[in-house]
């Protein structure tokens, strides 16, 4: 269960980050006396983020016109025996205007124990679709998708619990993942939650094949599904897809994109079905320059309107132009022009304009690449 | 439902019973290793390389195909000295095959104990690039330093199969004796053509074993950061001093940024020339014996225009 202590509340974010760059240096020396020979690696990642509206909008988002530390997170990981790995990294977040101290993570696992199979216990962000296998901070843009947002949270979904993967025994690459986490809260919540009917459970099958020596694509089928304590059953169907054109050191082309359905049955039986998705497109110049744009496109299929009862076509669109510039792979700015649109029954409810700056930066290991 | 099954439970049984008849699988990490390994393990065990011989071996994915090969492996043989840091422990754990990762009887580290050229004497941080902190990785174009990668490598392979020992051990003193003789005609040819010394620069430093292997020097590199593209200040600085020097050649990898290496050519008044790295099939350097002759070849015909005008 996430431990999540409001923190400082009225401290600004420059303090947030010199109060957890003095954590990270109290403890380290310490570690590194205590740990000789552990093999115990740590980090810390910032992600600074700077929002800027250019329009008044309807969104209420206290991150909105100003520059604030999104994320600092710290991560220590390493071998605890022969058999287990270990992984624990808090984070400081910055939301509504407060900074909140969390568990981020906190898991034991091995991948020596069952051929084939890695096998992971406690506290992690599911291991389904694309975003939410990866940490914000390596993300290629800066701002979740809406579908992302809606379906698995801003940042991803985390819980505590087990989950199981197994490469299947066969010449190309189909890996299965099936987990079970506590469930009594979903998405990123500061409450405790309460035991719900169903835990959440989940699984991803991942394949990928090579295109060329420098090229694959990567493709994984994901469902998610949860019943809350009121009868409310969640259920979600998911495809994820990763192209990578690598030129040498250069990450020449990036093609990402998700597709979500959600089925979200209430206790009184009333089914609320959502669409999302978002493709993102990336051409790298060299190995710092990298400009791409992203198309986001979120749909709720059973939109009613209050008065008629008629079914009303609606849809929530997105475009994200992205730059960035990367010095070398631990330090990245940054630049992106968001626009969104939601449209009802061919008319504009809302559109948002806002600029996005980014930097984020990591201190100390990092662990090696993902696909 | 229980045609799936059937089906799984099928490919479990096959794959169970090919591991028991199958040669050993050995993967290697660059194509130079898998050339080596076939070389000593023979008909033995099918060897396959995860790269193909183009890539930058520094900045690699951990791709999945590379992970579904590894779950597989009976050993797996890296370069070591951090040059697959950035993406082999993601492969090696994500197999989940307990005998390929640190520790586990097939893993194998052939740049381990080996002399290792261009040792890091400062304390390391990230200011100065990707810097090797363990020393400069790139051994292998060495045929001293690959036979000494080599007794590594045996000692691997008769762990893991015991009963064919004797082979690998005959195997390995026949291409002990073959990676000498390549040397010693190789190192003639290049002697008779290049004069001892012959300074040449290198666009980073993966040729500088080679140079080392046949008396020639290497003249340092055009990158002042490992893995950074050298400022316009360090390129005017590197080729003028390549010239005041008598460097006689640039030499760069074909990943290396071309423009920068012409750049350094045209200021210093010297050739360059791009040369693999790595053995590559269907090449005419598709084994490492003509890698060697293909890399001493090139470098004559380079240079030796101008030594005798
Ligand atoms: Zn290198």
């Not at chain 1, 093999?39 to 992600?47: F, H, I, P, R, T």
């Not at chain 2, 080596?36 to 060897?47: F, H, N, S």
């Not at chain 2, 140079?211 to 316009?232: I, K, Q, T």
Request: charged residues 20%.
């Amino acid at each position: 269960m996430t431990t999540r202590h409001k923190l400082m509340p009225m401290l600004g974010g420059g303090a947030l980050v010199v109060f957890f760059l003095a954590v990270f240096f109290l403890v380290v020396p310490t570690l590194a006396n205590a740990g000789d020979g552990s093999g115990l690696q740590y980090s810390v990642a910032a992600d600074i983020v700077g929002k800027l509206g250019l329009k008044e909008s309807p969104v209420t988002d206290s991150t909105r016109d100003r520059i604030i530390p999104r994320e600092v997170e710290l991560m220590f990981y390493g071998a605890i025996d022969h058999r287990f790995d270990g992984m624990v990294s808090s984070a400081a977040h910055f939301e509504g205007g407060a900074v909140f101290f969390e568990l981020h993570e906190a898991y034991i696992k091995t991948s020596k124990l069952i051929p084939r199979s890695r096998i992971k216990l406690g506290s992690y962000f599911l291991g389904i679709g694309r975003l939410n296998r990866f940490h914000r901070h390596d993300w290629p843009f800066i701002s979740a998708p809406k579908s992302h947002e809606n379906f698995l949270d801003a940042e991803g979904v985390q819980d505590t619990g087990l989950e199981y993967a197994w490469l299947l025994p066969i010449p190309f690459y189909l890996e299965w993942t099936l987990g079970f986490t506590s469930g009594f809260t979903f998405g990123h919540t500061h409450e405790a939650g309460s035991r719900p009917r169903m835990p959440t459970h989940y699984t991803r099958l991942g394949t990928y094949t090579d295109l060329s020596d420098e090229s694959g694509i990567e493709l994984g089928f994901n469902y998610l599904g949860r019943k809350a304590t009121n009868g409310e059953r969640l259920r979600l169907f998911g495809l994820d897809s990763t192209a990578k054109f690598m030129s040498g050191k250069t990450l020449r082309w990036l093609l990402q994109g998700e597709l979500w359905l959600r089925h979200l049955r209430s206790s009184t039986n009333l089914l609320q079905k959502d669409l999302g998705s978002y493709i993102y497109s990336q051409y790298g110049f060299n190995k710092n320059w990298f400009l791409g744009i992203r198309f986001d496109a979120f749909n709720e299929l059973t939109r009613t309107s209050a008065l008629t009862g008629q079914r009303e076509k609606n849809i929530t669109y997105g475009i994200v132009p992205t730059a960035t510039y990367a010095s070398s792979e631990f330090s990245k700015f940054r630049l992106a022009y968001n626009y969104y649109e939601e449209r009802e029954l061919s008319e504009t409810k809302f559109t948002d304009h806002r600029i996005e700056l980014q930097s984020t930066f990591i201190l100390g290991a990092h662990p090696a690449h993902d696909f | 439902m229980m045609k799936i099954m059937k089906t799984i439970f099928l490919m479990l049984s096959l794959s169970i019973t090919n591991a028991a008849e199958a040669k050993l699988q050995i993967l290697t990490t660059t194509t130079n290793l898998s050339w080596l390994a076939q070389q000593i393990a023979g008909d033995k065990a099918e060897v396959v390389p995860l790269l193909t011989g183009v890539e930058d071996v520094h900045y690699i994915n951990a791709k999945p195909s590379f992970i579904s090969k590894a779950s597989n492996a009976d050993i797996l043989c890296s370069v070591g000295l951090g040059l697959e840091l950035g993406w082999l422990p993601k492969v090696l754990e994500k197999s989940g095959n307990a005998q390929i990762q640190p520790r586990g009887k097939g893993y194998c580290v052939l740049g381990e104990g080996i002399d290792v050229l261009d040792k890091v004497t400062k304390k390391v941080d990230r200011s100065m690039g990707d810097v090797h902190p363990e020393g400069n990785p790139h051994f292998s174009l060495s045929p001293d330093h690959l036979i000494k990668a080599d007794s590594n490598f045996v000692g691997v392979l008769a762990t893991v199969d015991p009963t064919n020992s004797d082979y690998y051990l005959a195997q390995y003193k026949k291409t002990k004796s073959e990676l000498q003789q390549l040397r010693d005609r190789i190192r003639k040819e290049l002697s008779a053509k290049l004069e001892k010394g012959t300074k040449i620069l290198e666009y980073h430093k993966e040729f500088t074993y080679f140079f080392h292997a046949y008396g020639l020097h290497s003249a340092g590199s055009m990158e002042e950061l490992p893995g950074v593209p050298p400022s316009a200040g360090r390129i005017a600085k590197v080729a003028l001093k390549a010239k005041a020097t008598g460097v006689k050649a640039a030499i760069s990898a074909p990943y290396s940024p071309q423009k920068i290496v012409q750049r350094v050519s045209a200021i210093a008044k010297i050739p360059s020339v791009v040369l693999p790295v790595h053995v590559r099939a269907n090449t005419e350097y598709n084994s490492y014996p003509k890698l060697q002759k293909h890399l001493a070849a090139k470098l004559i015909k380079t240079i030796k225009p101008q030594v005798q005008p």
